[in-house]
């Protein structure tokens, strides 16, 4: 069983352009969190995403950045016009119910490797 | 490969007990250590550990890093309910979006 798939790895913008990240979750997961990690500052939810529904996006900057977790294919995190604040390691997870519900067990999301955004 | 490891996977304990998570890690180019609380919603961030020896502190929390030894350990002192959660500990590597390795993480319960 293949775990969380995220590409590219690595992604290098210039300020202005677009970036596209993709989550593949593991297989039977249909729901996703996308988080991004700062130097500094730990790991910060950004969106949970049910299949083609939108759960919680409290963590989301109102502008620019887009989600979505279509019914067939891997989740899409974008963000248009990128900045250079927007450099980060940004990291996708899955999970096989929903956390609402609190853990119910010590693996209840499941971590993709991440992409490594830089924008020049 | 890179190896983070949590003790116990779970744990229950009354109010106003101590508890001691432990974490060892075996990192690649190991630059911190995070310890992250998981509740309902999605992680969040508690600690970064970079230097060894040095206690870190947030109310009832505390974390120290030993880098000789490879391990960590988060302490709550006063135990209330609302600590109940999933604690995770991660190790960072550094550099690249593949540095990030988490355990399985520490499933504490507190009891009334």
Redesign the interface.
Known sequence: NAGVMQNPRHLVRRRGQEARLRCSPMKGHSHVYWYRQLPEEGLKFMVYLQKENIIDESGMPKERFSAEFPKEGPSILRIQQVVRGDSAAYFCASSPRSLAGGPSGTDTQYFGPGTRLTVL | EDKVV?SP??LVVHEGDTVTLNCSYEVTNFRSL?W?K??????T??F?LTSSGIEKKSGRLSSILDKKELFSILNITATQTGDS??YLC?GFSGG?????T?G????LIIQP
């Open positions: 949590q996977l779970s995070l992250y998981q509740e309902k919603k999605a992680p961030f508690l970064m959660a999933v991660a690249g979006a593949d540095g990030l988490f399985k993480g520490t499933h």
